[in-house]
């Protein structure tokens, strides 16, 4: 992926406003600074031996602009959530509503109802305004209290809602498929010849969204994870031959089960869909788990519930969205690993006792943790500073600790994975001490 065009934003036009927010051009007079077009914040900060830096692959800075594309005034900007629940939802809408209107001036903003949908008048889902006394005290709830869904909507239906509602920027607070709905929005917005900032904000427990370092709620995630795993791990020390397993979110990344992982020190194996592993044969897991408990009397497994994917011969349930569902019975690799590890201890007549744990749900249903709160907050104050200033397709990250405009094609393009070969699974490996589950 190389090119300057690819990492280039789109604006929808010239700014010409002066920003209400009253911040300065100087550096040294103890007052923020606006940020201008041309920071860049690079892509790639290694250099392999020799390799020349290439500064066409960085993003452009976000921040507040000196002048805005839109007159505050008269903004009318919408706020719509989709896909699956995440800490920090919430936080994210309070600080959009709250930043718009105290600190742009914007008098309206409207959510939308139950994600998408809440676009399609065929569902029936009125929108409602978004002031801030509407939005005071949502960020200690979990959820969404705009409600969300998955599936997809006609682009040209949700554009004609957003001209008769007279939005001018369209908050999009979702995972993967809410950035391609988003997208889908902006490109119909276009055609059409409207002036329609449509920002992204990226959303998900399961951390897979590339080109920003984490996303909100991963974090919160991670933490009752661990608490899941802890659970596991008193549960196994305390009995003979004692093992937890634990099952976890992360449908094609496993991005929470490593970091949980990690987090609670007590984990011996970690298994996660971008790593291959046997179960069966002298290298698989449960022949690990027998020499294990012979010699240090427990163990702590945890899955990622994408390992799932191996279940699957060919295809499997899906949701609304098109992705697999890995709740499903047939393709529940916690439930599947349980049987197996149980069938074959039985089989090698070794008594065990078997503990199994799947937080599911529990890991997302909660309220954002203090670091995710902060980082929610941050999102959606860049957000706002980029529709403001007419940045449309666009999605805000965090990129080495900068704040960042991703093109959403760009966002669209790639897919967000441990890689087996970096860091983060050295770190896993060297934890759990676990070896390669295959010959
Ligand atoms: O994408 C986030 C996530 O929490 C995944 O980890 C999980 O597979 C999926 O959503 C389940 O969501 P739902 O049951 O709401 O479709």
Known sequence: MSGASEWSVRNLGERRVLSPLGLSKIADDEIPDYVPDGMRVLHDVELSPGEIPDTSRSFEKAGPREYLFFDPKTTRA?????????????????????????????QHVTGFRYGFAGLDPASGFAPVPLGAEDVLHVHARGGTMLGTSRGSHDPGVMVETLAKSRIDCLFAIGGDGTMRAAHAISEEAIKRGMNLAVVGIPKTIDNDIPFVDKTFGFETAVSMAKIA?????????????????????????????????????????????EVRFDVDGPHGLLAYLKRRLET?????????????????????????????????????????????IEHYFAENAMPISLKYIDPSYMLRGVPANAIDAVFCDELARYAAHAAMAGKTDVMVGRWHRSFTHVPLPLALSAKKRIDPHKELWLAVTETTGQPRFVA
């Open 78 to 106: 919408g706020i719509v959530t989709a896909g699956g629940l995440c800490p920090g939802i919430n936080n994210v809408i309070r600080s959009l509503v709250l930043h718009l209107v105290y600190k742009y001036g914007v």
């Open 229 to 273: 795993i802890d659970a596991a791990h008193t549960e196994a020390l305390s009995a003979l031959h004692g093992i937890g397993l634990v099952r976890l979110m992360g449908r094609s990344a496993g991005f929470i089960a490593a970091h949980a992982a990690l987090a609670s020190h007590d984990v011996n194996v970690c298994l996660v869909p």
């Open 296 to 340: 240090r009397g427990h163990a702590v497994v945890v899955v990622a519930e994408g390992c799932g994917m191996r279940l699957a011969a060919k295809d499997g349930p899906r949701d609304a969205s098109g992705n697999l569902r890995f709740a499903s019975a047939d393709l529940d690799i916690g439930t599947y690993l349980k049987e197996r």
